[in-house]
């Protein structure tokens, strides 16, 4: 085994604190490298709460992951010793049920393996995150991150960056669409960088006027505030998607009268209670409500190559790991601008 460090919640009651692990030696197929930098995701936050239930404790959140290679397996033949190398959201899948198949690891019907507070395949082996110094994964999961991107800022596009370029691809949208973001935060700051570089037509959502600055700096073409009427009215009708990264209660229908004839109302965010939604919001209009997970590995290797050749990063706080709660407080007022982002070094 390979003793490790990191921080980890011991309960759901505790706060992370250092704590020793072991990492499996190097397989065949395994790349180990040692992580510079771990995005921090909202998830990390209701996992170590156990709010979404079924946790596994002691846990060691964080799953967007980036480093350097320093071991391989022998028989590994994607990379080399010294290269950049990032891990999303998961670590390893089923390999065989029809989604697996279809380069669609993310939802595998048998049951992926997570990159932290998860099983191994062998579904008895906890899986720890990228809170920690150094990790071991299966070749096939590991991505290859080019040195010309800043590697603090590509670590959320692990997790933030896939979330939105995912759907965006699947749906297709690009020149002529007009896209709404509705919330800009970790996940919708990606999502106007990516419309806009589709070629869509951005518009922000936001409940907060002072967010407009920072929406049309990021590459936005427009600003609704939510709360005023007026403005609101002005778009009914007159998106073809909206991709929908509010995490906390809103109403689905308010915006669904948004979209135009047969647009598409997008979730990546997940509010922790359940929401009515009206017949009478989708009928009329044909509309459809869908949701999207991250993507699978072919599609978050495109994605960063995508950003290393448009020069696409998250915009980031750096902080040091001992200031993971604070940050937590302040991820959860909304005051980051706009993922955070530990330097391992600290560790």
């Known amino acids: 085994m390979i003793a490790a460090k990191g921080y980890a919640a011991q309960t759901k009651d505790t706060q992370l604190a250092p704590w020793n692990l072991d990492r499996r030696d190097v397989g065949a197929h395994d790349v180990q490298f040692d992580i510079t930098h771990c995005g921090v995701c909202h998830s990390?936050?209701?996992?170590?709460?156990?709010?979404?239930?079924?946790?596994?404790?002691?846990?060691?959140?964080?799953?967007?992951?980036?480093?350097?290679?320093?071991?391989?397996?022998?028989?590994?033949?994607?990379?080399?010793?010294?290269?950049?190398?990032?891990?999303?959201?998961?670590?390893?899948?089923?390999?065989?049920?029809?989604?697996?198949?279809?380069?669609?690891?993310?939802?595998?019907?048998?049951?992926?393996?997570?990159?932290?507070?998860?099983l191994e395949q062998d579904k008895k082996t906890p899986t720890y995150g990228g809170y920690s110094n150094t990790i071991v994964v299966h070749e096939d999961f590991v991505l290859h991150i080019a040195e010309t991107l800043d590697l603090a800022a590509a670590a959320p596009l692990l997790c933030a960056g896939i979330t939105t370029y995912s759907p965006l691809r699947h749906w297709k949208v690009g020149k002529g669409h007009k896209l709404a973001v509705l919330g800009l935060g970790g996940l919708g700051h990606m999502g106007i960088k990516f419309g806009v570089a589709f070629g869509a037509e951005v518009t922000v959502l936001s409940t907060s006027p002072q967010k407009e600055a920072d929406a049309r700096k990021l590459g936005a073409h427009n600003f609704i505030v939510t709360s005023d009427p007026a403005q609101l009215e002005s778009v009914t009708g007159y998106f073809d998607f909206i991709?929908?990264?509010?995490?906390?209660?809103?109403?689905?229908?308010?915006?669904?009268?948004?979209?135009?004839?047969?647009?598409?109302?997008?979730?990546?965010?997940?509010?922790?209670?359940?929401?009515?939604?009206?017949?009478?919001?989708?009928?009329?209009?044909?509309?459809?409500?869908?949701?999207?997970?991250?993507?699978?590995?072919?599609?978050?290797?495109?994605?960063?190559?995508?950003?290393?050749?448009?020069?696409?990063?998250?915009?980031?706080?750096?902080?040091?790991?001992?200031?993971?709660?604070?940050?937590?407080?302040?991820?959860?007022?909304?005051?980051?601008?706009?993922?955070?982002?530990?330097?391992?070094?600290?560790?």
């Open 44 to 118: 990390d936050l209701h996992q170590i709460r156990d709010e979404w239930g079924g946790g596994i404790f002691p846990m060691v959140p964080g799953h967007e992951i980036v480093g350097r290679v320093v071991a391989v397996g022998n028989q590994v033949t994607k990379f080399k010793v010294g290269d950049l190398a990032g891990t999303g959201c998961m670590v390893d899948s089923c390999r065989v049920c029809a989604n697996c198949q279809h380069g669609l690891e993310q939802y595998c019907t048998n049951g992926n393996t997570l990159t932290y507070n998860s």
């Open 243 to 347: 991709l929908d990264s509010v995490s906390a209660e809103h109403d689905y229908n308010q915006y669904l009268a948004l979209l135009k004839t047969d647009g598409v109302h997008i979730c990546v965010g997940a509010p922790p209670t359940p929401s009515a939604l009206l017949a009478f919001s989708l009928i009329p209009g044909r509309k459809s409500i869908a949701g999207s997970s991250i993507g699978g590995i072919a599609e978050t290797q495109e994605m960063l190559d995508f950003c290393a050749e448009n020069n696409i990063v998250s915009d980031i706080e750096l902080i040091n790991i001992e200031d993971i709660h604070p940050a937590y407080d302040r991820m959860l007022k909304g005051d980051v601008r706009y993922r955070f982002v530990i330097d391992m070094a600290s560790l």
